[in-house]
C-alpha cells in the first residue's frame, strides 16, 4: 500500500480543512490526542484526504479496577449500576446534556461500571450538573436510576478527587450558599434575586439599568408575572419543614467535617 502525504496548501490544492475530528459524533467524548487524521492523504492513488482518512486510537483499558464497581454496588444510591447495557436512553433523555454536550450520563455509568477513574475525573467540572428531574429514571429500560447514578457519582468525585472538586467548584459553592439561604428563609426560590445575583456575578451589572431589562421588568408588570414573582410568601406549616432541612443540613456539615478531620 503506497502512502503519500501532500501540503496541499503550499501546492495550490485549495481543498478547504475540516476541523480535527468535526465529522465524528459524540467529538465532544473524544480527545485530541486520540484522534489521527492528515490534512491530506493519499493511499495506493486514492485522495482520503479529509474525514476519510480520520482514525480514533484504541481506548480499551483491560486494566480497570472491579472492586471500585462492588463499591458503587454497595452504595444506596448506585445498587443497581450492574443493570445498565448502555443503551444511552438516560442520555437521550437528560435536560442537562444539551446545554453541557460533555454531560454525558451513559459514559459517567460506563466510567463507573469499569472503575476508570482517570477518565472519570476529567469530568469534574460538569459531573455535579444533573438537576435531579428523573426523566432519565423514568425512561431507562432496565430501572438502573440513572439519576441516583448521578448521585452516586458525586460521592465519587468527593472521595477520590477531594481537592480538585474543592477547587472546580468554589464558585458552586457560593451559588449553593444562595439557594439554602432563599429555602430556609422563605421556603421557596426568590427569582428576582436569582436574577440579580446571576447578573452581578457573569459582570453585567449595567445591564440590569439598561433597555432590555427596563423593557423585560415592563413586559412583566403588564401581564402581572412581575407580582406573582414578588409574592413570595411562606409554604403551610414552613416551620416544621425548615427545622427538617437545617437538622439534615447539620447533620451533613458534622459528617464532612468529620471526614476532613476538623
Known sequence: ????????????GG???AEKGEHIVARHLIEDDNIKEEKNLV??????????????????DSDFDRSFFEEIKKTVVGSRINRCWQCGMCTASCTVTPLYRRF?????IYMMQLG?????????DVAWRCVGCYKCSQRCP??????????????????????????KLKLDEEVKTIYEDMIIGHGRLDLAKLHTS?????????????????????????DGRAFSVLRLGKPHNWSSSKEAIENYLHKLKTIENSEAGV
Open 1 to 12: 500500500m503506497a502512502i503519500e502525504k501532500h501540503d496541499k496548501e503550499n501546492s495550490g
Open 198 to 222: 446571576a447578573m452581578q456575578k457573569s459582570g453585567r451589572t449595567k445591564e440590569m439599568l439598561g433597555k432590555i431589562e427596563r423593557g423585560a421588568i415592563f413586559e412583566m408588570v403588564k
Open 142 to 167: 432496565k430501572q438502573v436510576n440513572p439519576a441516583e447514578m448521578m448521585e452516586a457519582l458525586a460521592l465519587v468525585m468527593k472521595k477520590y478527587f477531594s481537592e480538585e472538586v474543592k477547587t
Open 43 to 60: 493511499i495506493d492513488g486514492v485522495d482520503v484526504s479529509g474525514r476519510w482518512n480520520t482514525f480514533i486510537i484504541s481506548r480499551v
Open 104 to 108: 454525558n450520563p451513559r459514559a459517567f
Open 116 to 124: 476508570n477513574l482517570r477518565e472519570l475525573k476529567k469530568y469534574i
Open 15 to 17: 481543498r478547504p480543512v
